[in-house]
């Protein structure tokens, strides 16, 4: 966006928080703030501590695979690692970091003083961690935590659970409930405070993605709150509706989990997409090309989100013509989805490109990415994912999405707006040795599985026959490569943030030179209140 801005004075620019003295000052500014910048913070936050629990599950994991025959955990153990690992990716990870970045984005790209609602706001974060620690403590239940898997299939989830599993559902209730708040909140924003001439066409991708992706949110999360509900109904109070014995059908949760489910995903790309639309202009010094088709895809792809469900399904024996409907939806995704790699690569194309930390990680978000779509199609193909389906080779092409997909963009959200977010810059040569490490890791990680997929390796199983040992080793290597190279993430992030108040590597208002928008006219760190008088964009 390149729009010229009038600019207005900011009247509150020296108006700090209010704190009091001591811990109890310091815990009332964070429990009671209502400012978009600190609860961004409180969610980045809380990401950064549920990635590292999650991940650490996930070395769990690989470590109980490593050799065939060794058990280094109980398998029922390993079971809660994979149910946990999943649930805490999506909602206690992807989900408050892309919304930690909406509160502090959002406003500033605009020319919005703050959140619409800005108690509201407060309280939809300060659900997550009770949530989160309410899900984390059924690992401490007699009978241990749920084991059925992050989809939560019936009878597995129903008849057969532990006790711990309505700790899960209720926990799971609120974290729907504060996605919907959030996402009601966004909407607000972005509908009623952008600045005087901020039409919707001149909005940066970001929000606008984070606007399709808002409306999603609340479209899904009660479907999904129907599921869990109707999953304890049947656990206490004599329902039948996923019991074949009693008249209902395991086959119907699939249904109400994967038409929350595949929409969730979207929820998850469409953030990452936003940010990469950001990030690749910026360094490449050119604008977005073809943004209005980046904005109809984005559209596109939300709408045909809720029409390819059963694609997740194929082998449970729905009807023929269900099947070709699916597989005909599904790879019909793919086209929205390439006219924004297209894009991307067109953005790039005979630009003065230069590759600072954020465009590394976009870069390899456009390349890696883009296999995890082609696996897709192939799993898309009925016939095919009759060979594919529970193999290794889904796990791998989920992760190809999720990891150097969704994860590889956060780091780059992280990387492009820490310096403004600070008023310092982080240490370049820690971020490429970061960037080098992950790109490579997870690739040495996640690419051998679609072979083990391939040669018919089932996932969730806590061994496996001698031949899959090779590749196995080689994934367990790479996870605790990738693992451990977090932690240069960890510390460069810690030591910028740290910085603060000192005068070493003093980033400006424009940190970027490539970079345009109304978050680069306010100095770096912003102002505690921003665009009190908003701006005119002309």
Avoid at 290 to 318: N, Q
Wanted: hydrophobic share 50%.
């Amino acid at each position: 966006m390149s729009n010229a801005v009038a600019h207005a004075d900011d009247t509150h620019d020296d108006h700090g928080p209010e704190q009091g003295k001591g811990f109890f000052g310091f815990v009332k500014r964070w429990l009671f703030t209502t400012n978009h910048k600190d609860i961004g913070t409180l969610y980045l936050w809380l990401a950064m501590i549920s990635f590292f629990f999650a991940g650490g599950m996930a070395l769990i994991i690989r470590a109980e695979l490593f050799q065939p025959g060794h058990r280094f955990v109980d398998p029922n153990f390993f079971n809660q690692m994979t149910t946990m690992h999943g649930l805490i990716m999506l909602f206690g990870v992807v989900m408050p970091a892309f919304t930690g970045m909406a509160n502090w984005q959002i406003p500033m790209m605009i020319g919005a003083p703050d959140m619409a609602l800005p108690r509201l706001n407060n309280w939809s974060f300060w659900i997550l961690p009770f949530a989160f620690c309410l899900l984390f403590s059924t690992m401490f239940h007699a009978g241990g935590g749920p084991n059925f898997g992050w989809t939560m299939y019936a009878p597995l989830s129903t008849k057969y659970a532990p006790p711990s599993t309505d700790f899960m559902i209720f926990s799971v209730h609120m974290m729907g409930l504060s996605s919907i708040m959030g996402s009601i909140n966004i909407i607000a924003t972005i509908l009623n405070l952008r600045a005087p001439g901020m039409t919707l066409m001149k909005m940066p991708m970001f929000v606008w993605t984070w606007l399709i992706t808002a409306f999603l949110l609340i479209a899904i999360m009660p479907v999904l709150a129907g599921a869990v509900t109707m999953m304890l109904a049947d656990r206490h109070f004599g329902t039948s509706f996923f019991d074949a014995a009693g008249g209902g059908d395991p086959i119907l949760f699939q249904h109400i989990f994967w038409f929350f489910g595949h929409p969730e995903v979207y929820v998850l790309v469409l953030p990452a997409f936003g940010v990469v639309s950001e990030v690749i202009p910026t360094f490449s010094r050119k604008p977005l090309f073809g943004y209005h088709f980046m904005v109809y895809a984005t559209v596109s792809i939300a709408a045909l989100s809720f029409i390819v469900w059963a694609h997740h399904m194929f082998t449970t024996g729905i009807p023929l013509g269900a099947e070709l409907f699916f597989m005909y939806t599904t790879m019909l995704i793919a086209v929205p989805t390439g006219i924004k790699v297209f894009n991307w690569v067109s953005t790039m194309f005979k630009g003065a490109m230069t590759f600072e930390t954020p465009m590394l990680f976009a870069l390899a978000f456009v390349f890696l990415f883009t296999i995890g779509g082609f696996t897709g199609l192939m799993l898309a193909l009925v016939p095919a994912d009759y060979q594919y389906q529970d193999s290794y080779f889904v796990v791998a092409h989920f992760h190809y999405v999720l990891v150097p997909g969704v994860i590889f963009s956060l780091m780059a959200a992280t990387y492009y707006w820490l310096p403004k977010w600070t008023g310092h810059m982080y240490n370049e040569t820690l971020g490429k040795w970061h960037f080098w490490l992950s790109v490579i890791s997870v690739n040495l990680t996640f690419f051998p599985m679609h072979f083990l997929g391939l040669a018919g390796m089932p996932r969730r199983i806590p061994d496996y026959a001698l031949q899959f040992t090779n590749f196995n080793v080689i994934a367990t290597i790479g996870a605790f490569i990738f693992g451990f190279s977090q932690l240069l993430f960890l510390y460069n992030v810690i030591a910028t943030v740290r910085k603060r108040g000192t005068d070493k590597d003093v980033a400006t208002a424009r940190v970027w030179e490539g970079s345009h928008g109304l978050e680069w006219t306010l100095p770096s760190p912003p102002p505690y209140h921003t665009f009190t008088i908003p701006p005119k964009i002309h």
